[in-house]
């Protein structure tokens, strides 16, 4: 039985670190000359979003969006150092995912069909095991359990 909870243990943390890392990479792509154009031209056709180009300048909004993915991903990261921040990383990510999920569902233009299976024009794959892997930190912090 050890050796499943040493292996239940090291697939937690990995699962935890390869989350935290998707969530830093894409907030930081989001801050390089490319990453402003590309949320412009998803956000400005989402019926949520079209007045926020009225308000703040393409750059603005890009650092809107990366800096909550960027200090979610570093909350996952301490959360395997310290158990009790994994309350507030799994809460956080289990609201940051579902916004996220809801939001690529309800894109307009977002989804086509390739090889007759219909897909997204955005990674949605990540956000469902990054929901789950969220859920989990959390449900281990409620439980008292340390990584």
């Not at 239940?8 to 990453?35: D, E």
């Not at 960027?70 to 916004?99: D, H």
């Amino acid at each position: 039985m050890e050796n499943g909870t040493k292996i239940s243990r090291w697939a937690y943390k990995l699962s935890v670190i390869a989350s935290a890392a998707a969530l830093i990479t894409i907030g930081l792509f989001r801050l390089l000359p490319g990453g402003p154009e590309m949320d412009r031209e998803m956000l400005s056709g989402h019926f949520f979003f079209k007045w926020i180009y009225m308000v703040f300048t393409p750059t603005t909004v890009s650092i809107l969006l990366a800096v909550p993915g960027v200090a979610l991903g570093i909350l996952l990261l301490a959360s395997l150092r310290k158990a009790s921040l994994g309350r507030y990383a799994g809460i956080g990510g289990i609201v940051f995912f579902i916004w996220s999920l809801a939001f690529i569902l309800s894109v307009p233009g977002i989804w086509m069909i390739g090889h007759g299976i219909p897909q997204t024009v955005l990674l949605i794959s990540k956000d469902v095991p990054n929901l789950a892997i969220s859920l989990r930190v959390w449900a281990n912090s409620l439980n008292g359990l340390k990584a």
